[in-house]
Protein backbone atom coordinates (compact mmCIF):
# COMPACT_ATOMS: atom_id res chain seq x y z
CA UNK A 1 0.00 0.00 0.00
CA UNK A 2 1.60 3.37 -0.92
CA UNK A 3 2.61 5.68 2.36
CA UNK A 4 0.99 9.48 2.90
CA UNK A 5 5.07 10.39 1.00
CA UNK A 6 4.14 8.40 -1.63
CA UNK A 7 0.71 10.50 -2.01
CA UNK A 8 2.73 13.41 -1.23
CA UNK A 9 4.90 12.98 -4.16
CA UNK A 10 2.54 12.08 -6.49
CA UNK A 11 0.61 15.39 -6.07
CA UNK A 12 3.52 17.15 -6.37
CA UNK A 13 4.77 15.28 -9.57
CA UNK A 14 1.11 16.02 -10.95
CA UNK A 15 1.24 19.98 -9.77
CA UNK A 16 5.09 19.95 -12.12
CA UNK A 17 3.11 18.32 -14.61
CA UNK A 18 0.41 21.18 -14.55
CA UNK A 19 3.06 23.91 -14.60
CA UNK A 20 5.18 22.54 -17.40
CA UNK A 21 1.66 22.41 -19.65
CA UNK A 22 1.02 25.73 -18.67
CA UNK A 23 3.96 27.26 -20.41
CA UNK A 24 3.83 25.15 -23.11
CA UNK A 25 -0.02 26.67 -23.61
CA UNK A 26 1.35 30.33 -23.68
CA UNK A 27 3.80 29.02 -26.36
CA UNK A 28 1.30 27.25 -28.25
CA UNK A 29 -0.47 30.31 -28.56
CA UNK A 30 1.72 32.91 -29.62
CA UNK A 31 2.99 30.42 -31.99
CA UNK A 32 -1.19 30.44 -33.11
CA UNK A 33 -1.29 33.98 -33.25
CA UNK A 34 2.10 34.80 -34.98
CA UNK A 35 1.46 32.45 -37.64
CA UNK A 36 -2.34 33.25 -38.42
CA UNK A 37 -0.98 36.92 -39.00
CA UNK A 38 2.29 35.83 -41.02
CA UNK A 39 -0.22 33.71 -43.04
CA UNK A 40 -2.53 36.19 -43.86
CA UNK A 41 0.27 38.84 -44.63
CA UNK A 42 2.19 36.91 -47.11
CA UNK A 43 -1.10 34.64 -48.48
CA UNK A 44 1.06 31.61 -47.60
CA UNK A 45 -1.45 29.06 -47.08
CA UNK A 46 0.74 26.68 -45.85
CA UNK A 47 1.00 29.25 -42.70
CA UNK A 48 -2.94 29.39 -42.54
CA UNK A 49 -2.81 25.86 -42.32
CA UNK A 50 0.20 25.45 -39.66
CA UNK A 51 -1.98 27.99 -37.34
CA UNK A 52 -4.94 25.70 -38.03
CA UNK A 53 -2.65 22.79 -37.00
CA UNK A 54 -1.42 24.41 -33.98
CA UNK A 55 -5.48 25.67 -33.17
CA UNK A 56 -6.34 21.88 -33.00
CA UNK A 57 -3.03 21.30 -30.96
CA UNK A 58 -3.95 24.36 -28.57
CA UNK A 59 -7.45 22.67 -28.12
CA UNK A 60 -5.36 18.96 -27.45
CA UNK A 61 -2.54 20.96 -24.78
CA UNK A 62 -6.28 22.77 -22.96
CA UNK A 63 -7.84 19.13 -22.74
CA UNK A 64 -4.53 18.09 -21.09
CA UNK A 65 -4.49 20.56 -18.53
CA UNK A 66 -7.70 19.68 -17.87
CA UNK A 67 -7.25 16.22 -17.07
CA UNK A 68 -4.06 16.64 -14.94
CA UNK A 69 -6.39 19.14 -13.08
CA UNK A 70 -9.15 16.33 -12.59
CA UNK A 71 -6.55 13.90 -11.50
CA UNK A 72 -5.49 15.70 -8.85
CA UNK A 73 -8.81 15.77 -6.93
CA UNK A 74 -8.65 13.65 -3.79
CA UNK A 75 -10.35 9.98 -3.52
CA UNK A 76 -14.03 9.52 -2.39
CA UNK A 77 -15.62 6.49 -1.28
CA UNK A 78 -17.35 5.87 -4.90
CA UNK A 79 -13.86 6.95 -6.47
CA UNK A 80 -11.42 5.18 -4.43
CA UNK A 81 -8.79 5.85 -6.73
CA UNK A 82 -9.33 9.33 -7.27
CA UNK A 83 -9.68 10.78 -11.52
CA UNK A 84 -6.51 9.21 -12.35
CA UNK A 85 -8.35 7.81 -15.07
CA UNK A 86 -9.77 10.63 -16.65
CA UNK A 87 -6.23 10.95 -17.88
CA UNK A 88 -6.40 8.07 -20.11
CA UNK A 89 -9.56 9.11 -21.22
CA UNK A 90 -8.33 12.52 -22.81
CA UNK A 91 -5.52 10.55 -23.79
CA UNK A 92 -8.43 8.71 -26.11
CA UNK A 93 -9.43 12.17 -27.23
CA UNK A 94 -6.50 13.47 -27.77
CA UNK A 95 -5.33 10.31 -30.64
CA UNK A 96 -8.46 10.85 -32.36
CA UNK A 97 -7.54 14.45 -32.88
CA UNK A 98 -4.53 13.96 -34.08
CA UNK A 99 -6.10 11.40 -36.96
CA UNK A 100 -8.51 14.01 -37.20
CA UNK A 101 -5.90 16.71 -37.88
CA UNK A 102 -3.48 14.35 -40.46
CA UNK A 103 -6.69 13.75 -42.16
CA UNK A 104 -7.10 17.65 -42.41
CA UNK A 105 -3.90 18.01 -43.46
CA UNK A 106 -3.60 15.22 -45.97
CA UNK A 107 -7.00 16.93 -47.38
CA UNK A 108 -5.09 20.53 -47.61
CA UNK A 109 -2.19 19.14 -49.12
CA UNK A 110 -4.42 17.47 -52.30
CA UNK A 111 -5.97 21.23 -52.38
CA UNK A 112 -2.86 22.63 -52.89
CA UNK A 113 -1.17 20.68 -55.60
CA UNK A 114 -4.53 21.37 -57.76
CA UNK A 115 -4.84 25.09 -56.87
CA UNK A 116 -1.29 26.54 -56.15
CA UNK A 117 -0.94 30.00 -55.20
CA UNK A 118 1.33 33.08 -55.06
CA UNK A 119 3.30 33.32 -51.86
CA UNK A 120 5.62 35.95 -50.31
CA UNK A 121 8.08 33.55 -49.54
CA UNK A 122 10.41 35.61 -47.48
CA UNK A 123 7.64 36.93 -44.72
CA UNK A 124 6.44 33.13 -44.79
CA UNK A 125 9.97 32.10 -43.59
CA UNK A 126 10.40 34.80 -40.99
CA UNK A 127 7.36 33.81 -39.72
CA UNK A 128 7.95 30.04 -39.45
CA UNK A 129 11.84 30.63 -38.35
CA UNK A 130 10.23 32.64 -35.38
CA UNK A 131 7.42 29.64 -34.94
CA UNK A 132 10.31 26.80 -35.50
CA UNK A 133 12.29 28.76 -32.15
CA UNK A 134 9.34 28.97 -29.70
CA UNK A 135 8.12 25.01 -30.87
CA UNK A 136 11.80 24.23 -29.60
CA UNK A 137 11.39 25.98 -26.61
CA UNK A 138 7.60 24.09 -25.94
CA UNK A 139 9.12 21.18 -26.55
CA UNK A 140 12.37 21.30 -23.94
CA UNK A 141 8.99 22.30 -21.21
CA UNK A 142 7.56 19.10 -21.85
CA UNK A 143 10.39 16.46 -22.82
CA UNK A 144 11.19 16.91 -18.63
CA UNK A 145 7.73 15.02 -18.29
CA UNK A 146 7.28 12.44 -21.01
CA UNK A 147 6.35 9.36 -18.75
CA UNK A 148 3.08 10.65 -18.22
CA UNK A 149 0.88 9.58 -21.19
CA UNK A 150 -1.04 12.99 -21.64
CA UNK A 151 2.47 14.83 -21.51
CA UNK A 152 3.35 12.46 -24.35
CA UNK A 153 0.16 13.17 -26.21
CA UNK A 154 0.79 17.00 -25.49
CA UNK A 155 4.80 16.88 -27.05
CA UNK A 156 3.50 14.69 -29.87
CA UNK A 157 1.47 17.64 -30.23
CA UNK A 158 3.98 20.09 -30.59
CA UNK A 159 6.10 17.84 -32.08
CA UNK A 160 3.85 17.83 -34.80
CA UNK A 161 4.14 21.69 -34.76
CA UNK A 162 7.16 21.80 -34.69
CA UNK A 163 8.21 19.45 -38.04
CA UNK A 164 5.26 21.90 -39.59
CA UNK A 165 7.53 24.90 -38.52
CA UNK A 166 10.30 22.86 -40.54
CA UNK A 167 8.37 21.94 -42.98
CA UNK A 168 7.21 25.29 -43.92
CA UNK A 169 10.89 26.32 -43.95
CA UNK A 170 12.12 24.17 -45.94
CA UNK A 171 8.76 24.60 -48.34
CA UNK A 172 9.36 28.38 -48.28
CA UNK A 173 13.44 27.67 -49.65
CA UNK A 174 12.10 25.30 -52.47
CA UNK A 175 9.43 27.75 -53.85
CA UNK A 176 11.78 30.70 -53.40
CA UNK A 177 14.90 28.70 -55.21
CA UNK A 178 12.38 27.00 -58.30
CA UNK A 179 9.27 28.69 -57.92
CA UNK A 180 7.20 24.91 -57.49
CA UNK A 181 4.37 25.74 -55.17
CA UNK A 182 3.58 22.13 -55.00
CA UNK A 183 6.17 21.38 -52.39
CA UNK A 184 4.12 22.43 -49.58
CA UNK A 185 1.43 19.76 -50.31
CA UNK A 186 4.49 17.21 -50.54
CA UNK A 187 5.90 18.05 -46.85
CA UNK A 188 2.07 18.43 -45.77
CA UNK A 189 1.26 14.46 -46.49
CA UNK A 190 4.83 13.65 -44.56
CA UNK A 191 4.09 15.60 -41.09
CA UNK A 192 0.04 13.97 -41.42
CA UNK A 193 1.68 9.85 -41.79
CA UNK A 194 3.95 11.61 -38.24
CA UNK A 195 1.64 12.63 -36.81
CA UNK A 196 -0.34 9.35 -37.61
CA UNK A 197 2.53 6.84 -35.99
CA UNK A 198 2.41 9.23 -33.03
CA UNK A 199 -1.53 8.82 -32.77
CA UNK A 200 -1.08 5.28 -33.22
CA UNK A 201 1.24 5.02 -30.39
CA UNK A 202 -0.83 7.20 -28.08
CA UNK A 203 -3.57 5.27 -28.34
CA UNK A 204 -2.22 1.95 -28.03
CA UNK A 205 -1.19 3.06 -24.65
CA UNK A 206 -4.08 4.44 -23.21
CA UNK A 207 -6.11 1.43 -24.52
CA UNK A 208 -3.54 -1.11 -22.43
CA UNK A 209 -4.21 0.97 -19.39
CA UNK A 210 -8.44 0.42 -20.10
CA UNK A 211 -7.73 -2.80 -20.13
CA UNK A 212 -5.52 -3.48 -17.43
CA UNK A 213 -2.61 -4.78 -19.41
CA UNK A 214 0.69 -5.51 -17.86
CA UNK A 215 2.92 -1.88 -18.12
CA UNK A 216 5.11 -1.93 -20.50
CA UNK A 217 8.62 -2.64 -19.18
CA UNK A 218 6.87 -5.14 -16.30
CA UNK A 219 7.18 -8.70 -17.41
CA UNK A 220 4.55 -10.69 -14.98
CA UNK A 221 6.82 -13.22 -14.96
CA UNK A 222 9.45 -11.75 -13.07
CA UNK A 223 7.65 -10.86 -10.36
CA UNK A 224 6.48 -14.04 -9.94
CA UNK A 225 9.57 -15.31 -10.17
CA UNK A 226 10.87 -12.70 -7.73
CA UNK A 227 8.25 -13.00 -5.36
CA UNK A 228 8.77 -16.93 -5.15
CA UNK A 229 12.20 -16.11 -4.51
CA UNK A 230 11.45 -14.52 -1.01
CA UNK A 231 12.09 -16.31 1.91
CA UNK A 232 9.08 -18.12 3.41
CA UNK A 233 7.04 -18.24 0.46
CA UNK A 234 6.17 -21.41 -1.48
CA UNK A 235 4.05 -20.34 -4.37
CA UNK A 236 2.45 -17.10 -6.07
CA UNK A 237 -0.76 -17.42 -7.89
CA UNK A 238 -3.90 -15.04 -9.38
CA UNK A 239 -1.14 -12.39 -9.91
CA UNK A 240 -2.13 -9.52 -11.61
CA UNK A 241 -0.31 -6.38 -12.70
CA UNK A 242 -2.02 -2.91 -14.20
CA UNK A 243 -1.85 1.06 -14.43
CA UNK A 244 -4.08 2.96 -12.17
CA UNK A 245 -2.65 5.72 -14.88
CA UNK A 246 0.37 6.05 -16.36
CA UNK A 247 3.60 5.66 -14.47
CA UNK A 248 0.99 3.93 -11.62
CA UNK A 249 1.64 0.65 -11.57
CA UNK A 250 -0.54 -2.03 -8.75
CA UNK A 251 -0.35 -5.58 -8.76
CA UNK A 252 -2.76 -7.69 -6.88
CA UNK A 253 -2.55 -11.61 -5.90
CA UNK A 254 -2.30 -14.75 -3.47
CA UNK A 255 0.98 -15.86 -1.80
CA UNK A 256 1.49 -19.20 -0.51
CA UNK A 257 3.86 -19.05 2.46
CA UNK A 258 5.64 -21.93 3.86
CA UNK A 259 4.88 -23.76 6.81
CA UNK A 260 6.64 -22.57 10.09
CA UNK A 261 8.60 -20.35 7.98
CA UNK A 262 10.78 -18.03 9.34
CA UNK A 263 9.19 -14.60 11.31
CA UNK A 264 5.60 -14.00 10.83
CA UNK A 265 3.24 -13.74 7.83
CA UNK A 266 3.50 -10.33 8.54
CA UNK A 267 7.45 -9.88 7.67
CA UNK A 268 6.79 -11.73 4.65
CA UNK A 269 4.60 -9.42 3.39
CA UNK A 270 6.83 -6.63 4.01
CA UNK A 271 9.47 -8.36 2.40
CA UNK A 272 7.42 -8.54 -0.97
CA UNK A 273 6.61 -5.18 -0.73
CA UNK A 274 9.67 -3.70 -0.07
CA UNK A 275 11.13 -6.07 -2.91
CA UNK A 276 7.95 -4.44 -5.44
CA UNK A 277 8.52 -1.10 -4.63
CA UNK A 278 12.61 -1.44 -5.14
CA UNK A 279 13.20 -3.83 -7.93
CA UNK A 280 9.44 -2.84 -9.94
CA UNK A 281 8.67 0.01 -8.96
CA UNK A 282 5.28 -0.96 -7.80
CA UNK A 283 4.21 1.11 -5.31
CA UNK A 284 0.32 0.11 -5.05
CA UNK A 285 0.31 -3.87 -3.83
CA UNK A 286 -2.70 -5.98 -2.37
CA UNK A 287 -1.61 -9.36 -1.62
CA UNK A 288 -3.49 -11.99 0.26
CA UNK A 289 -1.23 -14.48 2.09
CA UNK A 290 -2.45 -18.40 2.44
CA UNK A 291 -1.47 -21.21 4.06
CA UNK A 292 -0.58 -24.34 2.40
CA UNK A 293 -3.66 -26.08 3.31
CA UNK A 294 -5.85 -23.23 2.10
CA UNK A 295 -8.70 -24.48 0.17
CA UNK A 296 -10.19 -21.81 -2.64
CA UNK A 297 -14.16 -21.35 -2.12
CA UNK A 298 -15.11 -22.22 -5.88
CA UNK A 299 -14.20 -19.27 -8.62
CA UNK A 300 -13.95 -16.58 -5.83
CA UNK A 301 -10.79 -14.58 -5.73
Request: net charge neutral; charged share 15%; with cysteine.
Amino acid sequence: MSSPQDSIASAHDRAGERSRLRVAIVLTAFILLLEAAGGLYSNSLALLSDAGHVMTDLAGLLLCYAALALALRPATARKTYGWYRIEILAALVNGALLFALAVGIFLESVRRLQHPRTVLTLPMLRTAGLGLVVNVAAMTVLLRGRSNINLRGALIHVFGDTLSSVGVLLTGALIMATGWTGADAVMGMLIGVIIVVGALRLLRDAVDVLLEATPAGIELIRVADAISEIKGVRAVHDLHIWSITSGMPALSGHVVIEDGAEGSSDETLNRIKRMLHYRFSIGHSTLQIESPDYQEFGEIH
